[in-house]
């Protein structure tokens, strides 16, 4: 039976654009767009796994606004339930964002975001945005 991830995934508003990353050559999915976020460690809950990765990714901190629904997809390695949630950057978080696991970060209108190559777990998150 293929690994089930659990991952908690940020969509990140500001200004009425939303945050996408682009995976970096050289990891999985290089190339693909995602959400910021990562792995839910045991005994973690979502919200505190989407607060540390944000930090170690971005180093920024969020406020979490709402929890969306979480999305199932099955790859043929691996199956990954994202836990996304609506979150605005913290007051005093860095205005330019940097990331060692993305190689591009763009904020786009939420109308935009379908133009970008999403990984396949990312992409029907896009239809719950609301701003």
Known sequence: MPPHLHVACAIIE??????????????SMAGKWEFPGG?????????????????????????????????????????????PFRCRLAPGSAAELRSADHDALVWLPPERLYELDWAEADAPIISGIKI
Not at 20 to 26: E, F, L, Q, T, W
Not at 73 to 79: D, E, L, R, S, W
């Open 39 to 83: 792995k839910i460690q045991d005994g973690e809950s979502a919200a505190d796994a989407l607060h540390r990765e944000l930090r170690e990714e971005l180093e920024v901190e969020v406020e979490i606004q709402a929890a969306l629904p979480a999305h199932t997809h099955p790859y043929p390695a691996f199956t990954i339930t994202l836990y």
């Open 14 to 27: 500001r200004d009425g654009l939303i945050l996408a990353a682009r995976r970096r050559p050289g990891l």
